[in-house]
C-alpha cells in the first residue's frame, strides 16, 4: 500500500487533500485484462481527484475518493453557457522501475491560462502538479508498459453554480481522472488521410481558439463527419479568414518537413491565437533544434503545400499531440482534387522524432531539458 493511502497530504500550504481509498478497486485479473488491450479513453481507474472553487472562499474541499459519476443541477452554468476546460497529459512507467509525468509544469500552465480566457478561477500550478502525483500516485497499477501505452490523465473544470443568467460563474469543480490507454489511432503507426476543411472553421482571431475548451471540439464534430465521409481519418482546418492557411488538424498542431539538399526545414504554423499551444509541439521543436533541422514557425498555405509536394521538396508531414504523439500524413483530399506526400509512407524524420520523444517519455533515454517529473 502506498504511502499516500496512509495519511492526509496537502495539495498547497493552504490546500489540503483528503484520501478516502476506494472500497471496491477493480480486481488485479480484471484490470490486466484491460491493461493487455487498454484502447483510448474506454476504461477509468479506481480513484478521481476533485476540488472545489467558491466566490468568497476561494480554492478548498480537495478529495481524492473512488471514481463515481456526478450530480449536477439542471441549470448548472456549465450546462447552458458552456464554462469548461481541459488538460490531457500522461504518466509512464520507466525503463529504471520508476514512474513519471511528461511536463505536467507545462499543462498546469495552459490550463491557467485556458481559465483566463474563459473567465474562470486559475489552480494554482503547484495545485495541479499536485494533484497529478497524488492520483498516479494511489493509482500506479494502471500505468501500463507498453511500449504505446501509458496512463492518460485529463484534468477539467466546469461551472457549477445553478443559475440562468450570462456572467460568470460563481462555483466551479474541477476534477482529475485517468485512463490508461494505447495508440490513440487503432491503425497504429500509420499514414492517415486528411480532407481540407473549407465549409467550416475551428476557431477565429479573438475567439478561444487557444484555449482548450469544449466548445472548440464541438465545433469541429460537423466537419469530422464530413471528413469521414469522404474516407478521410482526420480533418485540417484552414484560417477562418481566407480559408487559405494552414492551422490544426483535428485537435493536433501539424509540421511540414521541407528539403534541399542536404538542408531540412521543419515549419509548424505560427502561434496566432487561433490555435493551440501544444506541449508536444514545443519539445518537437526542441528535439528538430538540436538535430541542425532549421524550424520556422510561419504561416503555411495549401497552395504551398500542393506545389511543393507536387514538386518533391515537401516530403513529411505530421501531426503531433499527447494523445497520439506523433502522426504521419500520407494524402490530402479536398474540393481542389486530392494529393499524396512523397510516397505516402511515414518519413524517416517523422519516425525518428516520434521514437526519440517516446524514448524520453518512458526514461530510456537521457531526459536533457527536465521534461521527465518523476512520481515515484
Known sequence: MTDILARPTQLTVDLPLQVTPSASPVDAVRRAQILANPGFGQHFTDHMLSITWKRGEGWHDAQLGPFAPLQLHPSAAVLHYSQTIFEGLKAFNLDDGGLAAFRPDANAARFARSAARLAMPGLPEDAFVAAVEALVSIDRAWVPSGGDQSLYLRPFMFATEAFLGVRPAHEYLCLFIASPSASYFPQGVKPVTVWLSEDYIRAAPGGCGAAKTGGNYAASLLAQEQ???????????????????????????????????????????????????????????????????????????????????????????????????????????????????????????????????????HGTVADRHGWIHRIG
Request: hydrophobic share 40%; aromatic share 6%; with cysteine.
Open 227 to 361: 471528413a469521414a465521409a469522404e474516407g478521410c481519418d482526420q480533418v485540417v482546418w484552414l484560417d477562418s479568414v481566407e480559408r487559405s492557411a494552414v492551422e490544426e488538424m483535428g485537435g493536433m498542431n501539424l509540421f511540414f518537413v521541407f528539403r534541399d539538399g542536404d538542408q531540412v526545414e521543419l515549419v509548424t504554423p505560427e502561434l496566432t491565437g487561433t490555435l493551440l499551444a501544444g506541449i508536444t509541439r514545443d519539445a518537437l521543436i526542441t528535439l528538430a533544434g538540436e538535430h541542425g533541422y532549421e524550424v520556422s514557425e510561419r504561416r503555411i498555405t495549401v497552395t504551398e503545400w500542393r506545389e511543393r509536394a507536387a514538386a518533391g521538396s515537401l516530403t513529411e508531414v505530421f501531426a503531433c499531440g499527447t494523445a497520439a504523439v506523433i502522426t504521419p500524413i500520407g494524402k490530402v483530399r479536398s474540393t481542389g482534387g486530392d494529393f499524396t506526400i512523397a510516397e505516402g509512407d511515414p518519413g524517416p524524420i517523422t519516425t525518428a522524432l516520434r521514437e526519440e520523444l517516446l524514448a524520453i517519455q
